[in-house]
């Protein structure tokens, strides 16, 4: 079994603070203790890059501060942590999009990476001033991959499709190392772009049996395109990992007992309407009640009930939580992209608890490890003076 990865989330949504933080899929986001300032979020990097985590996920979305700025704001304050900026293809043109990499890229010393989204919610996109539908945004972002791959290799592009049209295209500074593209989808239509353009593919955290099948789903159309192989995966996750069960489970318990029923109410009504596919298997796993929420054993669907995307958290010990890592790792799970309330705090009960378990198996090293001290080779005691 290979070296795993792990990433960690930066809350430039509605915040972080000591309870879940609804919103995302056209719901509004909820309030929180803790705003998305640039010293908190850079105490969140900062934390995440010491842990071992290799990268951080910023989403994107009419309820959180733009990716873009938020990273490019906070990429000083760390040295080697890269940034999963979450970005929509249809709202800038291919061309800017390539060149906005390749400067983040170039700037960072090579620490972006792409999370490719579509957009799965009609009524928000048209916020943006996109009216195209849900099938045609595919489309549209089949067209986009294609162009940006094509200016990354340096190719000088002309091309006219049904979404864009670009004449003698050249860039001038291309991005070193490219940066990796990640991509998440449910549907037929996104399973099509999957295969035929993305570094990594994503899924939302569902049992381990329903992540296999997603896997070879993707791993078949990869295939039919002749990229047999191309294609690594990973998953989007919270987590709530403690020395003890009891403890995780007390933690899960209490965050829920913090969601009240005209939330869960408000929130799952508005999440009805997404026409994500995925969002509506989220919306299974937790069934819009507080009961049944441990739907695989040390998974808890308690996040999903206010808040929109990845609605699941692992639960557990610290070996609990490994023990599931290497059930995802089984079915094909390379690398975990992580989250917690509040992120500041269950970055270190993950990165100190569950990380070192991984390592004591083989299945992952800090990427940058801190040397240990030497020895003092004569000893600490101070001699005795001579009488």
Known sequence: MSTLKFHWFLPTNGGDGRQVVGGGHGVEAGASGRPASVPYLGQIARSAEQLGFEAALTPTGAWCEDAWVSTAMISSLSERLKFLVAFRPGLTSPFLSAQMAGTFQNLSGGRLLLNVVTGGESHEQRMFGDFLDKQERYERCDEFLHVVRALWRGERVTYEGEHY????????????????????????????????????????????????????????????????????????????????SEAAWAEADRLLAGISDEDIARVQSGLKRSESVGQSRMLELNGGTRDGLEIHPNLWAGVGLVRGGAGTAMVGSHTEIADLIEQYAAVGIEEFVLSGYPHLEESYWFGEGVLPELTRRGLWEHPAPVATRAAVPFGTGASKAAS
Do not use: M
């Open 165 to 244: 049209r670009l004449e003698d295209a050249v860039l001038s500074q291309i991005p070193d190392p490219l940066p990796e593209i990640y991509f998440g989808g449910s549907s037929e239509a996104a399973g099509r772009v999957a295969a035929k353009h993305v570094d990594v593919y994503l899924t939302w955290g569902e049992p381990p049996a329903a992540v296999r099948e997603k896997v070879e789903w993707i791993r078949k159309l990869a295939a039919d395109e002749g990229r047999e192989g191309q294609v690594r995966f990973g998953i989007r996750l919270h987590t709530i990992a403690r020395d003890t």
